[in-house]
C-alpha cells in the first residue's frame, strides 16, 4: 500500500512536471512572438528614420550647392565671371564639405566661337585653355545640348527654373546660362554652360560612406545593409557597406531616388531642380537586411530563439526524468547498504556475544580448573579468529571495490613488459594523432616488481602526458639503466611537452584529488587520481617515482626501480602482503 501511494506521487509529480513544461512551452512560443513583432517594428521605424535623415541630408546638400551658383539671365555677359568668382567665394565659406566641389567651369558660346574658361584657385579669376581630356565625354553631351537649346524658343521664366544636370561619369552639375538681350522681350537667349566639377574621390569614398555612418552607424554595427548605385541596369555601385551587401536583386526594405529627393526639395524652396543626364544615371539609396528582408530577419530571429528556449525546455524535462531514475536508483543503493550493514552486524553479533559471554563468566569465577580455562580460552581464540576472517573478508570487499589489491612482487624484466603495455598505448597514441617517440635500452637488468602494477604505472603516466599535452602532441618513454645517488637503478622516464607544471603546484601533484587552478581553469579531464595511485604503487613495490616540469614546456616523470640483487633471499608471501599494504 505505502509504495502504491508513493508511485501515486511520483507520477502525480510527473505529470504536475509535464504540465508545467507544456505551460512555458506556450508562454515562450507567444512570448517570442509579441518579442518578434515588437522588434520588427522597432526595425522598421529605424529604417524610416535612418533613410529619411540620409535623403533629407543628402537633398540638403546637393540643393545648397545648386542654389549658390543660380544665376539670373538679367546678368549682362561683361559681369558673368565676377558673378561666378562671387558664389565660389561665398559657397566656400559656408559649405561643411568643400572638398566636394573640385573646380568650377564656364564653357561660352559665342558668335562663331566656342571657349572653355576653368577657375584658377591660386589666381581667383577664370582661365581660358583648351577642352581638358578628364572632360571629353562631357564635351560632345553639352554640344548636343546646345544644339537643342538653340532650337528652342525659351522664355525667361523657363530659364530662371531650368533644371541642373547631373552627368555621373564625370561627375558634374551641369546648368546652361542664359541671357536677357532686351529686358522687354520674354526670350533668353544661350550664353554657355556651367559645369560644377565633383572630386570623385570625396564623393564616393568620403562623403557618401559617412552619410551612411551618420545615419545607419559603422558598416560592422548596422542592421542592414546600404547601398547607393544606379537606378537602371547594368548597376553600378557607388557605395556599399560590406562586401556581402547584394548590388541588385529585388524586394529591398528602402529604396530612394536620392536626385528625385533633390528635385523636390528644390522646388518646395522655388529653385532649380536637379535631373540625371540619363536615366541609368539616377543615385538610388538601396537599404536590405541581410536575411533578405526585415521580415525574413525577424522570422529567423524568432526560429533561433524558439530552438534554443524549447531546447532548454526539453533539458529541464530530461533532467526531471533524470532525477526521478536518480532517486529511484539511490534509494535501491540504500537498500542495499542497510542489507550490507545488518548483515554484517549479525555476523558480528554473534562472535563477540561468544566472547562478552565467556570473559564474563572469568571474571565472576564460574570457570574452575585448567580444564575449564583452557575450554573458555579455546573458544575466545575460534570467536577471535572469526572475528579476524570476517574483517579479513570486509577489507578484501572493500580492496577490490577501490583496486587495492595485493601484489605479486618478483624479479622481472623490463623490456617484455613495457613491449606489452606499450602495445595498447602506442595505437591510443596514434588514433589521438600523437608523435610517440620511445627509447628502450636492449640489456636492461632484472627488478623486483609486480607486472601488473608496472603496466599500469606506465599506462597511468602516459594517459596523463597525453591529458596535459596542450596543442603540442609528442610524447616520449625512456628506460635505461643508470646510477642513481650512487646505486644503479632502472629509470622508466615518460616525457611531454605540454603545458607543465608551475613551481607552486609541483609539490601537491602527488596528493590524492589534487588538481591545479590553471587546470581547473583549463577545463582538463581528470579526478586527480591518477599520480596518487602510481606513488602508491610505485611506494609498495619498493621504488618511487619523481617529476620535473616547466611551465609552458613540459613535464617529466621518472619511476625509479632497484636492481633486483641475486644475493638477497627472496621475500616471503607475509612480506609480499606487508609491502602491499604499505
Known amino acids: 500500500m505505502k509504495f502504491s501511494k508513493r508511485s501515486g506521487m511520483e ?7 509535464v504540465a508545467v513544461v507544456c505551460t512555458l512551452a506556450v508562454l515562450q ?30 537633398s540638403y546638400d546637393f540643393e545648397r550647392l545648386c542654389e549658390a551658383f543660380e544665376i539670373d539671365p538679367e546678368v549682362p555677359p561683361s559681369s558673368l565671371e565676377n558673378r561666378i568668382l562671387r558664389q565660389q567665394g561665398d559657397w566656400e565659406r559656408v559649405a561643411s564639405r568643400r572638398a566636394l566641389l573640385a573646380g568650377v567651369d564656364i564653357w561660352k558660346l559665342e558668335e562663331g566661337h566656342a571657349s572653355f574658361e576653368s577657375f584658377d584657385r591660386e589666381g581667383k579669376r577664370f582661365v581660358e585653355g583648351p577642352w581638358p581630356e578628364r572632360l571629353g565625354s562631357l564635351h560632345q553631351y553639352l554640344e548636343r545640348q546646345a544644339q537643342l537649346l538653340n532650337a528652342r524658343v525659351i522664355g525667361d521664366r523657363e530659364a530662371v527654373y531650368y533644371p541642373w544636370t547631373f552627368q555621373g561619369h564625370t561627375p558634374a552639375l551641369i546648368r546652361p546660362i542664359f541671357h536677357v538681350e532686351n529686358p522687354r522681350e520674354m526670350y533668353v537667349q544661350l550664353q554657355g554652360f556651367l559645369i560644377l566639377e565633383f572630386n570623385q574621390d570625396f564623393l564616393e569614398q568620403q562623403y557618401v560612406p559617412d552619410l551612411v555612418v551618420r545615419h545607419f552607424g559603422e558598416p560592422g554595427l548596422t542592421s542592414f545593409g546600404v547601398v547607393v548605385r544606379t537606378v537602371q541596369a547594368p548597376y553600378r555601385a557607388i557605395y556599399t557597406s560590406s562586401a556581402n551587401s547584394a548590388v541588385s536583386g529585388s524586394a529591398p526594405d528602402a529604396a530612394v531616388n536620392l536626385f528625385e529627393s533633390v528635385a523636390e526639395e528644390a522646388r518646395r524652396r522655388g529653385h532649380a531642380p536637379l535631373q540625371a543626364a540619363s536615366g541609368s544615371e539616377q543615385w538610388q539609396l538601396v537599404v536590405r537586411d541581410p536575411a533578405g528582408s526585415v521580415d525574413v530577419g525577424v522570422a529567423q530571429w524568432r526560429r533561433r530563439n524558439l530552438a534554443i528556449s524549447f531546447g532548454l525546455l526539453a533539458i529541464l524535462a530530461g533532467t526531471m526524468v ?119 635500452s636492449p640489456q636492461l637488468p632484472l627488478v623486483i616488481a609486480d607486472p601488473e602494477a608496472l603496466s599500469k604505472c606506465v599506462e597511468n603516466l602516459i594517459s596523463n602526458a597525453m591529458k596535459y599535452s596542450g596543442e603540442n602532441r609528442w610524447v616520449s618513454l625512456r ?59 610505485m611506494e609498495a613495490m619498493g621504488g618511487r617515482i619523481r617529476v620535473s616540469s616547466k611551465l609552458s614546456q613540459g613535464s617529466v616523470f621518472t619511476m625509479h626501480f632497484p636492481l633486483f640483487d641475486s644475493r638477497e633471499p627472496q621475500r616471503s608471501d607475509a612480506a609480499k602482503a606487508e609491502v602491499a599494504k604499505a
Not at 512570448?31 to 533613410?51: D, F, M, P, Y
Not at 622516464?493 to 613551481?503: A, L, M, Q, T
Open 479 to 537: 628506460a635505461v639503466c643508470a646510477p642513481d645517488q650512487g646505486l644503479p637503478e632502472v629509470l622508466i622516464s615518460v616525457e611531454d611537452r605540454g603545458i607543465g607544471i608551475s613551481p607552486a603546484d609541483l609539490p601537491h601533484v602527488f596528493e590524492p584529488f589534487y588538481r591545479s587552478q590553471g587546470v581547473r581553469d583549463g577545463h582538463v579531464r581528470g579526478v586527480g587520481l591518477g599520480l596518487y595511485l602510481v606513488k602508491r604503487m
Open 322 to 440: 533524470l532525477l526521478f531514475s536518480v532517486a529511484r536508483r539511490a534509494e535501491r543503493l540504500a537498500k542495499l547498504q542497510m542489507e550490507f550493514v545488518a548483515g554484517v552486524s549479525h555476523e558480528l553479533c554473534t562472535p563477540l556475544a561468544v566472547i562478552n559471554s565467556a570473559a564474563e563468566n572469568i571474571v565472576d569465577g564460574v570457570v574452575e580448573g585448567p580444564t575449564q580455562v583452557q575450554e573458555y580460552g579455546t573458544m575466545i581464540r575460534e570467536q577471535g579468529r572469526r572475528l579476524e576472517r570476517l574483517v579479513d573478508e570486509v577489507l578484501l570487499f572493500a580492496a577490490g571495490h577501490f583496486g587495492r589489491l595485493g601484489y605479486d612482487l618478483r624479479p622481472i624484466e623490463v623490456i617484455p613488459i613495457l613491449e606489452q603495455g606499450l602495445a595498447a598505448s602506442e595505437t591510443m597514441l596514434r588514433e589521438a594523432g600523437f608523435a610517440f617517440q620511445k627509447e628502450i
Open 29 to 58: 512560443y507567444r512570448w517570442t512572438g509579441e518579442i518578434s513583432r515588437s522588434e520588427q517594428q522597432r526595425l522598421k521605424a529605424n529604417l524610416t528614420t535612418s533613410v529619411r535623415g540620409f535623403d533629407q541630408e543628402f
Open 11 to 17: 507520477l502525480a509529480a510527473i505529470l504536475g512536471m
